[in-house]
């Protein structure tokens, strides 16, 4: 009962109509907009609508008698091609493969993801259905998309019965007549259509790919981005282009000279007769026979001729004819056109758009579609003229046995804009066709001047006929005076006339059609399409008048493939293909016969471009800019390899390359995506690839030729062998692990022969053991190095230039944790604080001394062993020792730092030779030749501001302090309280504060028991000047706190304090290169800056006419200065006046004479006019 219940639900829902013994039949048409309208004439529009898995693709139920039998039809349709060929798996990306195996690898056609409702839907229906009825287009594209619906509903009930209905309008009539006469689909139309399709694809890849990954290599700035695409059509098409602009560049224009006679028959009518000799391109024989007529103008009438003319009205309208006279007299593009042309079509408002056909065929009724046309108010008059003499097509000479030529089904006032134009176009186009020929009488009349003869014709319209309905023609009548035999007449003038000749036209659109047309370049179908794509690559653009110009990269392109000697750019290779598929669907050539040799002349022709890709690079570097140099033999090299074997890693091609440094390895197409690579090792001197296969696993055989003696004695010198495991002994002699990753397989050190190359790529390598420099013997074997996040970790070697280049390092294999390990240090010298054996000869320790015969300085040793507590890090836990490699001074000194990861870790840092762990000092040096241990004085700690020990480290920089100590704080230099403390000068002569020195300044004592104080109300630090110049070797003091806490307080240490009463003078820097040098501030001088406070003198030591000057400034700091300026030679008698002069100053110093006399400031004067009162920005002189 259930069962039942569910079957009856389902027939209401997805069978309305159905009945028991009711025939289901599954009607699929080519779009949506068809299958509705095809659905309606034949139920009259009874037709009841539902839906399918695709929302834009619904299904149209009735019921209809066909085959005999009472049916329930079921339209639905496709969106077009339902099935895209394509490469197959990976070789559909383009780095996937050389580009010449495109034209060999397989194929397929497949369902892409955007129409798998659609095939969804077919799949459903045609399980319940028993007969399939294909209404697809009737054309070459219609038949191929029709055999692609039947292969997917075959798929699912492989017994279904198909047929085909053949029509070429949706009328009631023409689809009664596709049902009465259904036909088998058409195999051999729908083979041309794969054949086609396959060639296009391997053409268009393999060209493409080529194209545009080395054009963007050598064009970098002016093709990075762009896809410079060919297709067999298009490159013709471009050519055709191309050609026609070159013939007009190179053109010449040539002059030449012609006789016109005008005779005034009346006052109102006038006549111009031209030279039946036309034109002379020598002009002294023109002129000689111009004054002949000049000296004899007497004309006489020779002959008047009279007879009929008349100006033929248009053969009924095939696509290419449509395409052209819609560019041409409705300025549509050819795209614009059949995109209307479709859409009027599935609408039923005009007969398929798609034909070859210009003959109306005899069974068509055009009586009837004219009167159709009669109800209109424009041409409708026209349409009943014709029903009374019944139409008369004007025909042409071309027939497909198809489709008949394009013309109106039915009437229609309900469009606008462009549809409107372009059916207005149809219906006159139609009707001009089944009117008659428009009649006139045509004139001609001849005269003889001095021997010459000249004629003048005249035109009179009897009857315009087609003409009154078709407004695109043009024919006007034109009126000459009557002349008799035998009369004579003076004429008013006679003239030479110099011109031209003119350069043929650039293409129109319509042009451009008729040429391919000509050529067989394309079908009436796919013209607009060509066109339009080399429009959108930028090959070609179109000027204002409308007419086509290449563009840069178009005409580099075509001069370069025809400088090969192939003409690509010309219409013989596509025209050749396109005649082979009329012969496949005619049945006299096999489709398969055909593939083969069009695949094999593409072959040839692409291995011609990649030897000689120079001249397109050459000819593109006359328009795009200087072409960067690459090899032809390097991409000769990567496009023409054999493939070995499948990548295990991403399944692609690997094939055999040749490392920069020598060598080989084996690599993968997949690069860099993929870096699967198998290295051989240096032994190998020769290596190519076989075109004999492994029996075992089907890879190419590689043929090697090894070095003597570095091989195992059953393996010859010369041996082919597969490399992708078969072979075992290969395996083991090349050291190949094929247990382990395909990325992994390099060769060790001393399979490189003790030396370290560097690879052109970079590949992961085998994960394997540390090497244990201090333990050569020690076993490894089980140990593996685990990063952070739990897994392996990866071992790589260093590719980058520099002291590390070829060391092996560990990281985390997943690129999570940011593991890092020198390979060449043990995991026990990493993670505790064992460092290996002593160092003979001697050491010191914290206290002093110690050991033998070693002084300070160790004597032999690898390393000095401190006896005390671990190097702990900021984290807590023992850090880890290593040593410096990068070339500078402090090249091979070791340090700690922190053993977790970077980005996990504290950042420690601490020199190995300078470490201070709970006071006790030791040195870590490196046989004699390290840096020198240095003790604390006594058991004296030294503490930085933190309130922690700070550590002593020695100064390595080149100048006069190098090798001198000095404290600083232990912390890391992001957690620095920024201590600094010379470790020669004691307590006591610190006590000024933490001195933070540098290469600039020497701290020195400060002065015992000195009271001098900074601004911040500390003790001030006492410096010396390092810096070259005046200065140099002259104490001062400076404010003892950090530099970005500093008061910057300065004062010089050899000038008492009575003596700088005039202020602290701020400064800065070294002193010896400072534009101002101060001098003693006058004791009681009244000088007083804006601030109110005593001013502070210095001297200009800046090269320039001031140099040697004195003068007052604010003394506060930078930022607090006033910014008051005075000479001191100028007497101050308007008081003290800032002069609003902003002075950058780094440093202020004294004079050394100690002497500053206390002058009166003088009055301003302008620096122009010297005149006071104003200065030079106001002066009224300049």
Known sequence: MIRNFVGILIRRKYCSYASADMVKVLNVAEKNDAAKTIANVISRGSAKKREGFSKFNKIYEFNYNILNKNCLMMMTSVSGHLLEMDFVGQYNKWYSCSPLSLFDLPIEKKCPDKFADIKRTLEREVRQSQYLIIWTDCDREGENIGHEVIQVCKAVNPNIPVYRARFSEITPQAVARACSNLVPPDQR??????????????????????????????????????????????????????????????????????????????????????????RLFDHNACLILYEQCVENPQATVMEVKCKPKSKWRPTPLDTVEMEKLASRKLRLSAKETMRIAENL??????????????????????????????????????????????????????SDQAHPPIHPIKYTATLQGNDARLYEFIVRHFLATCSKDAQGQETTVTINIADEMFTAQGLMIIARNYLDVYPYDRWNAKTIPVYQEGDSFQPNSIDMLFSETSPPPLLTEADLIALMEKHGIGTDATHAEHIETIKTRMYIGVNNDGRFVPGQLGMGLVEGYDAMGYEMSKPH?????????????????????????????????????????????????????????????????????????????????????????????????????????????????????????CET??????????????????????????????????????????????????????????????????????????????????????????????????????????????????????????????ADESQNNTLNNSRGPPGGGGGVNSRGPSGGGGGVRGGGGDRFQNPGPEVTCNCGGPARLLRVTKEGPNKDREFYSCSLPRGQGCDFFQWADATDENGDRSFRGGGGGGQQGITNKGNQEVMCNC?????????????????????????????????????????????????????????????????????????????????????KGR???????????????????????????????????????????????????????????????????????????????????????????????????????NTGVSKKRTLSMLDSSGVTPTKKRAARKCGLCGEEGHTKRTCPHK
């Open 1035 to 1137: 104490t001062f003091y400076a404010c003892a706190n950090p530099r970005e806490q500093s008061c910057n307080f300065f004062q010089w240490g050899d000038v008492t304090n009575d003596e700088n009463s005039g202020g602290q003078f701020g400064g800065g820097g070294g002193g010896g290169g400072s534009r101002y040098q101060g001098t003693q501030s006058g004791g009681d001088s009244d000088v007083m800056c804006n601030c109110g406070n005593p001013a502070k003198m210095l001297m200009v030591n800046k090269e320039g006419p001031n140099k040697g000057r004195t003068f007052y400034a604010c003394a506060n700091p930078r930022d607090q200065s006033c910014k008051f300026f005075q000479w001191a030679d100028e007497s101050s008698s308007g008081g003290n006046t």
């Open 697 to 822: 696993c089907q890879a190419h055989l590689v043929n090697f030729k090894f070095k003597m003696g570095s091989v195992p004695p059953m393996l010859p010198l010369e041996y082919a062998g597969c490399v992708a495991g078969c072979d075992e002994l290969l395996a083991e002699s090349l050291q190949i692990n094929h247990s382990a990753p395909p990325s992994s397989q390099r060769p060790t050190q001393q399979m490189m022969g003790g030396h370290t190359r560097q690879e052109s790529q970079r590949v992961p390598l085998v994960t394997v053991q540390p090497f244990n420099r201090q333990t050569d013997n020690q076993e490894s074997a089980g140990q593996e190095v685990v990063c952070n996040c739990g897994t392996s970790a990866l071992l790589l070697t260093v590719k980058k230039d520099g002291p590390n280049q070829g060391r092996q390092f560990y990281k985390c294999g997943g690129s999570v944790c940011n593991f890092f390990l020198w």
């Open 345 to 398: 079509y599935t609408k039923g408002f005009i007969s398929y758009p798609r034909t070859e056909t210009n003959i109306f065929p005899k069974d068509l009724d055009l009586a009837a579609l004219v009167q159709e046309q009669s109800r209109d108010p424009n041409w409708g008059g026209f349409a009943s003229g014709i029903l009374q003499d019944r139409p008369n097509p004007r025909n042409g000479n071309k």
């Open 573 to 693: 290779l596509r025209s050749e293909l396109e005649a082979d598929l009329k012969r496949i669907c005619e049945g006299k050539k096999d489709k398969n016969v055909v593939l083969t040799q069009q695949v094999a002349k593409y072959r040839d022709v692409f291995k011609v471009a990649c030897e000689q890709a120079l001249k397109i690079d050459q000819a593109l570097s006359q328009y795009l800019g200087e072409a960067k140099e690459i090899p032809v033999g390097e991409e000769l090299e990567r496009l023409s390899v054999v493939p070995v074997k499948k990548c295990s890693n991403c399944g692609l091609e690997m094939t055999l390359k040749t490392k920069k440094s020598g060598g080989f390895y084996i690599g993968c197409q997949g690069y860099p995506s993929c870096r699967s690579a198998i290295w051989f090792p240096d032994f190998v001197l020769d290596a190519s690839v076989s075109d004999v296969k």
């Open 189 to 278: 139309t729908s083979d041309a259509v794969d054949v086609r399709q396959e060639l296009d694809l391997r053409i268009g890849a393999a060209f493409t790919r080529f194209q545009t990954m080395r054009l963007q290599k050598i064009f970098p700035e002016a093709l990075a981005d762009k896809l410079i695409s060919y297709g067999s059509c298009q490159f013709p098409t471009l050519g055709f282009v191309v050609e026609r602009y070159k013939q007009v560049q190179a053109f010449i224009p040539e002059p030449f000279w012609k006789i016109k006679v005008t005779h005034m028959f009346d006052e109102e009518t006038k006549c111009e007769f031209s030279w039946k000799r036309n």
């Open 947 to 1031: 309130g922690t020990q700070a550590k002593l480290l020695t100064v390595n920089k080149e100048g006069p302090n190098k090798g001198r100590t000095f404290y600083a704080c232990a912390n890391p230099r992001d957690q620095s309280c920024n201590f600094f403390q010379w470790g020669d000068v004691t307590n006591d002569e610190n006590r000024g504060g933490n001195l933070s020195g540098g290469a600039g300044y020497q701290g020195t004592h400060s002065g015992g028991d000195s009271d001098v104080m900074c601004n911040c109300g500390n003790p001030a630090k006492m410096l010396t000047v390092n810096k070259d110049g005046p200065n």
